[in-house]
């Protein structure tokens, strides 16, 4: 049987790292996908695996990486779209978005729908990398308008981002299931990474102090744990579509989370912010 091949996001440091390496070593075929051009060089050629460029701070960019990916690809098993974190308050991309929307949720949109053939001819898996911390700080979107919400604060724009990840899940399952495509929506835990490094916010010296060697935080290899099961496994065997994991256990996300109508909103206003690159 040919390898199942894996398009990973994010590749080029922490948890995407991790996934890449363990799934090379499960005998996949990658595509690694990272801003940082020396070190996605580096586990490129660490694993023998093409990769990739982009910076998902412009849809120009992931537009270009889709062309790429398409014409490298002719199959793609599962996606994996784990780039994101944490950006500099009200920070805006040269699209006019709110950076931390825009990497987290927009560009892993656009990229979906740039390879969207791609996955359904595939009956690929899409896992998207969200966070717990779409509970305590994605309160604040509303449908139809959610980037209002996210100007404010580091905060809030990365939880209302995180919980785009598991709406945009939900419709993509809603959307797509039936034509063969799987979608699941993953917290990794919280995971000793480079996670919001370049940010003030006090999170950052959880993962980068002494305080990361607490038995609550995991590992970069321990966080991609879940990724990967999920990527292995066969939706509707070993996992739901539509699903948010946590540990490789379904988990209950937040009631906005669950609402229908914010994941239909959220998709139509997406669909918006990409509209020039479809
Ligand atoms: N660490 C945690 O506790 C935790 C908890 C819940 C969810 N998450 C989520 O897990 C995912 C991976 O984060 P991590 O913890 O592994 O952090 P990380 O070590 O900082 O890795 C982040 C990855 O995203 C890429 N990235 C960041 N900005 C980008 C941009 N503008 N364009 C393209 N790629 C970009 C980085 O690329 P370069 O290195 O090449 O710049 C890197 O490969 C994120 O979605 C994060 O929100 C993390």
Redesign the pocket.
Known sequence: MPAKVAVI?????????QAAIKLKAAGWQLAAI???PE??EALGQALQTPWYI????SLQEVSALAVRLRHDWPRIDALIN????MFPRGKKTRDGHETTFQ??HL?HFLLTRLLMDRLLSSRASVIN?????HRPLGFLYRPGQPEKAFWGSTHLAYGNA?LANILFTRELHRRYHSQGLSAAAV?????A???S?NTLSPMRLL?DSALSRLPVVKT?AQ?ADTLVRLAQGTPGIDWVSGGYYSGFRQAVPSRMAKSDAAARALWKMSEKAVEGFL
């Open positions: 996001t994010g590749a080029s440091d922490g948890i995407g790292e990272g801003r940082n070190r996605t982009a910076d998902f701070s784990n780039a994101g974190g990497v987290n560009a990398t969200s966070s717990m911390a995180k917290h990794p835990g919280v995971v990474t480079s996670f490094r993962y970069s966080g």
